[in-house]
């Protein structure tokens, strides 16, 4: 509120989502809208008018309804939001159309998340454009609509302590899920039954969901990055790769980690294994305040590269290698991105056009990769081979925290883990 000025925010959370029939995705609150209220209900609203005598932290939600909470459960209501949301006035959802337009009256600037919910949008529109016919009554309406993220996504970037304690929550859970994950791949098992392993441990830890969809890739789905069919059987000398996080309250952890399907790396697994773990960890040294976002990709880049060069993948001189990107061959993606309520998280990774300095409480990946498709001029011992080792780092005041520090990503750990 203190960066809004004279203005007013309108938050919706997230709507119902239909998933077949009339069956309904399971509801999970807006990001923006959760972090400023922790509010978990569907149909709900905030709005923030800084300085307004009745009160300046509104909240428009569903009444309370004895029938309708028998049949699809306990609702807050006003009172609720009130008393348990600290909410300083609230109204029933309905009302929401006629208060608006009078809570926007005389404020200069409408601060809401464009784009995201367009019917939403053009409920804000809607309600602006009622005052602008009222004008000549002498009330003034907002010149502005801005986006909320401006504010908020540079917020929601530095991470609290209350939040880094539930993304603690969120990494610890993964990390157990990934070792269970690990102690139950053999050859035969399908990857769908690792991903159910993997899964109820996230459950087993209080987290209602995967952050995103597990990745379970066996062999060759290794190279498919956002596979998630999940359907194959894992074959004798092939790879495992997961790539796998649980949400805990709404916070993310991404963990990625690939391992022996039977145990023990081959020779050529092992190699490729080496380059990768070496690019994560100077590329995790380079996560420190003050330092460009862009140095960790580039150093993982130079020791990617560097890998290639040794494993005979790519032909050539480094520093032109990583000029023309041929790396891109083998390594497609980025070293990493924002993490929080959302996987891939808010929060701009450039400010005026440079790479933004890192900052204590900033939370971001470190997932350098490696992935071999097969092809005619790459020697088939490396065919199928991708791997991809992904810890999710906090900033802190003098380096970084590794937050997924519990799950095994040293060869040895790996291999002692699935034949203990
Ligand atoms: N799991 C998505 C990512 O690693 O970015
Ligand atoms: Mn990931
Ligand atoms: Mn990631």
Avoid at 3 to 20: D, F, K, Y
Avoid at 36 to 41: D, G, K, V
Avoid at 384 to 404: A, F, K
């Amino acid at each position: 509120m203190h960066l809004m000025g004279e203005g007013i925010a309108i938050v919706p959370s997230a709507p119902h989502q239909s998933r077949n029939g009339d069956v309904q995705f399971q509801f999970r609150p807006d990001s923006d809208f959760y972090y400023l209220t922790h509010f978990p209900e569907p149909e709900a609203v905030l709005v923030l008018v800084p300085g307004r005598p009745e009160g300046e932290f509104i909240m428009f939600c569903r009444e309370k309804d004895e029938l309708k909470e028998t049949w699809d459960g306990r609702r807050e209501g006003v009172q609720g939001a009130v008393n348990n949301y600290q909410a300083d006035q609230a109204f029933p959802i309905d009302e929401l159309e006629s208060k608006l337009t009078s809570l926007m009256e005389n404020r200069d600037k409408v601060f809401t998340v464009m784009g995201r919910y367009p019917e939403f949008d053009s409920e804000v529109i809607h309600a602006v454009s009622q005052i602008r016919n009222k004008q000549r009554s002498g009330v003034h309406a907002p010149g502005e609509i801005v986006d909320l993220g401006h504010v908020l996504h540079e917020m929601r970037l530095i991470k609290r302590k209350e939040e880094l304690k539930l993304m603690r929550q969120a990494a610890n859970i993964s990390a157990a899920a990934h070792m269970r994950a690990m102690k139950a791949t053999k050859p035969g098992v399908y990857e769908y039954q690792v991903q159910a392993e993997l899964e109820c441990e996230f459950r087993l830890g209080g987290s209602e969901w995967p952050a995103y969809p597990s990745i379970v890739a066996g062999g060759e789905n290794a190279c498919i990055l956002h596979y998630t069919e999940n359907r194959c059987e894992l074959a004798d000398g092939d790879l495992l790769l997961i790539d796998a996080g649980a949400e805990y309250d709404c916070y993310a952890a991404d963990i990625t980690r690939t391992f022996p399907v039977n145990g023990r790396y081959s020779g050529p697994q092992k190699a490729v294994y080496e380059v990768v773990l070496e690019a994560q960890k100077t590329a995790m040294a380079a996560v420190a305040p003050e330092r460009p976002l862009i140095d960790y990709h580039n150093a993982a880049v130079e020791v990617l590269t560097d890998g290639m060069i040794d494993l005979g993948l790519l032909q050539g001189e480094r520093n032109e290698l990583i000029e023309t990107k041929a790396f891109n061959r083998f390594y497609m993606h980025r070293t990493g991105h924002w993490l929080g309520m959302d996987v891939h998280d808010v929060g701009d990774y450039k400010i005026d056009e440079e790479w933004r300095e890192l900052e204590p409480g900033m939370v971001l990946t470190v997932e350098p990769g490696m992935y071999i498709a097969a092809a005619e001029d790459i020697d088939e011992k490396w065919h199928n081979i991708g791997i991809r080792i992904e810890d999710d780092v906090l900033v802190t005041r003098n380096g970084n925290e590794n937050l997924t520090i519990k799950a095994p990503k040293e060869i040895d750990d790996i291999e002692h883990l699935m034949n203990d």
